[in-house]
């Protein structure tokens, strides 16, 4: 009689911890407006100069446990590249040898998944969050040329190149808040670090090669399905 006693209290037990664990898991959809500022690198004879911009990013987020979920997003900004190749001292002839500077428009696409530490504290939710993706870099049309101009006349020349889209790895690393306003719809502030190794958008010009960090300081709206 004990031993069935005891059997069901701890079937019990088992269905209403599934059930409160069913109740606690929520997905909700964000979209959110950010800043994208980076660090020059300097290598290979290139200082490579990313220009910092406004972007968007889209969220689909799932909380599966009290604590663990995770999500996708997809992100895009402008992701402009300023590149500078200094040569070596030049012959007192050579009129056009000196520095060549270029810059070139990208737009950054870019896609991860990450996984996202949360508590909910009344209606506060703090989280972290940590993943990997990709980042696509892809040149806006018409651009290659540029002029080298001389260091003691008016006279340029034009020298012709190609522009190139680039695909590289992504790992995502953050932590943020969100404030519910209402049942299924509160703000999100969050700050999401890039780090990924620097693009080549031109022949004309090799990449630093070295790792760039991009901060996102970013402010959105959340609706909770």
Not at 28 to 50: H, K, R
Not at 115 to 128: D, H, I
Request: charged share 10%; glycine share 10%; proline share 5%.
């Amino acid at each position: 009689m004990q031993n069935r006693f005891m059997h069901r209290a701890f079937l019990l037990a088992v269905l209403f911890a599934s059930s409160s664990l069913a109740g606690f898991a929520q997905t909700d959809v964000a979209a959110s407006l950010y800043g994208a500022f980076s660090g020059s690198s300097t290598a290979n004879g290139i200082e490579q100069s990313p220009s910092n911009s406004a972007g968007g990013l889209l969220e689909l987020r799932h909380i599966s446990k009290p604590w663990l979920g995770y999500e996708g997003t997809y992100s895009y900004n402008r992701a402009n590249q300023s590149y500078s190749i200094v040569n070596p001292p030049c012959p007192a002839y050579d009129l056009f040898c000196g520095s060549l500077h270029g810059t070139f428009k990208a737009n950054a696409h870019e896609v991860t998944g990450d996984w996202v530490a949360s508590v909910k504290l009344a209606n506060l939710r703090p989280f972290a969050l940590a993943g990997v993706g990709m980042i696509f870099d892809v040149p806006v049309a018409g651009q290659g040329d540029l002029r080298q101009c001389s260091t003691i006349s008016a006279v340029c020349v034009l020298i012709s190149g190609s522009t190139n889209s680039n695909k590289k790895p992504v790992f995502v690393y953050g932590g943020g808040l969100d404030w519910g306003l209402l049942p299924h719809i509160g703000l999100r502030f969050q700050y999401r670090g890039n780090l990924y190794k620097a693009p080549n958008l031109s022949s004309l010009f090799t990449s630093t090669g070295k790792f760039t960090q991009t901060a996102e300081p970013m402010v959105g709206v959340y609706f909770r399905l």
